[in-house]
């Protein structure tokens, strides 16, 4: 029972020390920087990355783009342009009542939709 006493003690002792005082800033810094140094060693020795690629959007533009005028086309690109815009998009025009569109018909607004889920 002392045992579970102490350890409690030394637990609370090193989480106030941890949590309200900055003492251990710097030994938490310096063990971060050696984790990220030992990394960088080892994807130098390996000399691979991973590197992640999205081919949905080419992919999805093509199958898009044989429907859509070129006044539509322009407009998809626009909004396949960034991320933020294409889920701008999703959220105003995807999801529930689908407002008018300025460019899109109502039509291709439903089968893009239904292309992006």
Same mark, same amino acid.
């Given at each position: 029972?002392?045992?579970?006493? !102490? ?7 090193? /989480? /106030? ?13 310096? =063990? ?6 030992? #990394?960088?060693?080892? +994807? ?12 949905? !959007? ?15 086309? =322009?407009?998809?690109? +626009? #909004?396949?342009?960034?991320?933020? =815009? ?6 105003? /025009? %995807? =999801?529930? !009542? ?7 018909? +109502?039509?291709? #607004? /439903?089968?893009? %939709?239904?292309?992006?889920?």
């Amino acid at each position: 029972m002392r045992g579970w006493v !102490i350890l409690g003690l030394g637990v609370g002792l090193l /989480y /106030y020390v941890a949590t309200e005082t900055n003492k251990l800033d710097e030994p938490i810094a310096q =063990s971060e920087a050696m984790l990220e140094e030992t #990394i960088r060693k080892i +994807q130098g020795m390996t000399g691979t990355t991973a590197i992640k690629t999205n081919d949905k !959007i080419p992919q999805l533009k093509r199958e898009i783009a044989e429907r859509l005028s070129p006044n539509e086309l =322009s407009t998809l690109d +626009q #909004i396949l342009s960034s991320p933020s =815009s294409l889920q701008r998009f999703k959220e105003e /025009y %995807c =999801s529930g !009542i689908t407002p008018k569109h300025d460019s899109l018909s +109502q039509e291709n #607004i /439903y089968f893009v %939709c239904d292309k992006l889920n």
